[in-house]
Nanobody
């Protein structure tokens, strides 16, 4: 069974940076496309970024493009989300997700992901 564990969340001031990590265990990491999603209080879960199995192809939500960078290390079975110039509207629980079907092709739809982590809280103070 695939398990995903996120880490790296916390409290940061506007303009600050955080780096989220997500470790996958239980299966071969390179068999999955990976994504990051977030959910703010009272809002639906939304797509943030995704990366294909090799790390060559990435795709971002418009709201984070130019500020966030997704990357992966298949040797460490981990995917990362580098977040810079954080804004209060970035406050949310951040989830990583794995998709076997979208190993090569990117998806921003949460239904296309098979496994989810428990989430890590990111709070940006103004």
């Amino acid at each position: 069974q695939v398990q995903l564990v996120e880490s790296g969340g916390g409290l940061v001031q506007t303009g600050g940076s955080l780096r989220l990590s997500c470790a996958l265990s239980g299966r071969t990491f390179s068999n999955y496309g990976m994504g990051w999603f977030r959910q703010a209080p009272g809002k639906e879960r939304e797509f943030v970024a995704t990366i294909n199995w090799s790390g060559i192809t990435t795709y971002y939500a418009d709201s984070v493009k130019g500020r966030f960078t997704i990357s992966r290390d298949n040797g460490k079975n981990a995917v990362y989300l580098e977040m810079n110039n954080l804004k209060p509207e970035d406050t949310a629980v951040y989830y990583c997700a794995a998709s076997a079907r979208y190993k090569n092709f990117l998806s921003r739809r949460s239904d296309d992901y098979d496994y989810w982590g428990q989430g890590t809280q990111v709070t940006v103070s103004s």
